[in-house]
Structures are given as structure tokens and as C-alpha cells.
């Protein structure tokens, strides 16, 4: 018998990347605060290590941005310092968004670095995870562990996070496939250095494909897959 709780393991993904509406967020806390302690336990584990790994992604790549940012900076700083202690109103979506990156970038210029610049990845995750028609699919691996990718055929692109997979051994890789009408195609390999207890990967390219699959290779990866894949998610 299915109970409310039993599938919330499959969604910790989808809510720690963001990737859920409102609505869905709302009822996934709602069935949180009803579940048993071993599934919530479980599921605030997997969140966890997702955002910490999408955190190592946002901050492989730090940079100083451009110096003539900083007059930008101080001259919106100083044009009306009072109206910065007022109280927020309901229209000010794009004033703060405007406002917040100033003061990223304020921080960043004055000496503490500009961390919170996503990576050229984190940026494209954002995109999709901001995608009208973003959608997710997660399945187990059968060496244990599960997948999940996060996509969107607008940004043509997908998040793969896999989360308690055991790495490849020794001299081989596990290499990920986009499969379509043509075959096989190459989205990647991670060797056993590159699998951590949360592994994130960005899929660029979607095109026309309808799964994901996953092989084990031997040495850095094949052009085509050398053997039955050892899982597959659909995309569609």
C-alpha cells in the first residue's frame, strides 16, 4: 500500500535544487511534517548534499568583476540613502534584484571577493531551474543510490545529480548517454575522483533526446557505449 510519505525521497532533489512551484513546496512540508523520522532525517540528508554540492559548483570559479563597477556601485550607494532604510513595498521585484547585485558586487570590491558569482555552470542550473517548463525524473541505480536530472527543453540543458553512488573502479568511468532517433551521444564521463557522495553535473545539449543512460567504460570512455547501460532515465 502506498502512503503519502512513501515518494517523498524521489522529490528531496527537486526541492533542494529549487526546481518545485510554490504549491508543490507547500505540500511536500506539509507531508514532511507528518512523516516518519527516518524519512524526514533521510530526505533533509539528501538536501543537504545537494545544495552543498551545487555550492562547490558556485564556487569553483570565483572572479573579481570589471573595475569600473566600482563608481557604478558607489554612485547608486550614495544618490538616496535614505530611501535604502525605508520599508519594502510590493513592487520592488526588480529594484531589489537590482539593489542585491549591487551589493554583491559592493562586497566584492571591497576586498571579501566576489563568491557569490555563480560558475558559467551555476548560471546555466539557475536558468533551468528557472525554466517555465522545467521538469524532473529520478530512479534508483542498482548498485545503489539514485539519479536525478533537472531539465528543460527551453534551455536545451539539464542538472544530473547523483546522490550515495558507489565510483566506478579502477581504470574505467562511468560515461552518461543522450539518446535519440540517431543513437548515443556522449553527454560525459566521471571517473572515480569526480563521484562524491552528491555529484553534480550540468548536461548541455539536450537536443532531440528522449534518455539519459549510463554505462560503465573502460579508460577515459568510449565514442559509443561498450556495453548494456546499468541505468536510464527518460526525458520526456
Known amino acids: 500500500m502506498t502512503t503519502p510519505t512513501d515518494d517523498l525521497l524521489t522529490l528531496a532533489t527537486a526541492y533542494a535544487l529549487h526546481a518545485v512551484e510554490d504549491a508543490e513546496r507547500a505540500d511536500i512540508e506539509h507531508r514532511l511534517r507528518s512523516a516518519p523520522d527516518d524519512i524526514s532525517g533521510a530526505f533533509a540528508v539528501e538536501v543537504r548534499q545537494v545544495r552543498e554540492a551545487m555550492a562547490r559548483v558556485s564556487a569553483t570559479t570565483a572572479a573579481e568583476p570589471p573595475p569600473h563597477l566600482r563608481d557604478r556601485v558607489l554612485t547608486a550607494a550614495a544618490e538616496d540613502p535614505v530611501r535604502r532604510l ?139 557505449p561498450s556495453g548494456t547501460p546499468f541505468a536510464a532515465l527518460p526525458l520526456s
Open 86 to 224: 525605508r520599508p519594502p513595498r510590493r513592487r520592488w521585484s526588480t529594484t531589489v534584484a537590482a539593489a542585491a547585485a549591487a551589493v554583491v558586487i559592493g562586497v566584492a570590491i571591497f576586498g571579501v571577493g566576489w563568491y557569490l558569482r555563480p560558475a558559467p555552470s551555476a548560471t546555466t542550473a539557475e536558468q533551468i531551474f528557472a525554466a517555465p517548463d522545467v521538469r524532473t525524473v529520478s530512479g534508483d541505480i542498482p548498485t545503489g543510490g539514485t539519479a536525478t536530472v533537472v531539465f528543460s527543453r527551453e534551455r536545451n540543458a539539464g542538472v544530473l545529480v547523483m546522490n550515495n553512488v558507489a565510483p566506478p573502479e579502477s581504470g574505467t568511468v562511468y560515461q552518461m548517454w543522450l539518446i535519440d532517433d540517431a543513437g548515443p551521444h556522449s553527454a560525459g564521463v566521471m571517473d572515480a575522483g569526480a563521484v562524491a557522495p552528491s555529484t553534480t553535473a550540468v548536461l548541455p545539449d539536450l537536443g532531440d533526446s528522449t534518455t539519459l543512460a549510463f554505462t560503465v567504460e573502460p579508460g577515459t570512455g568510449s565514442t559509443q
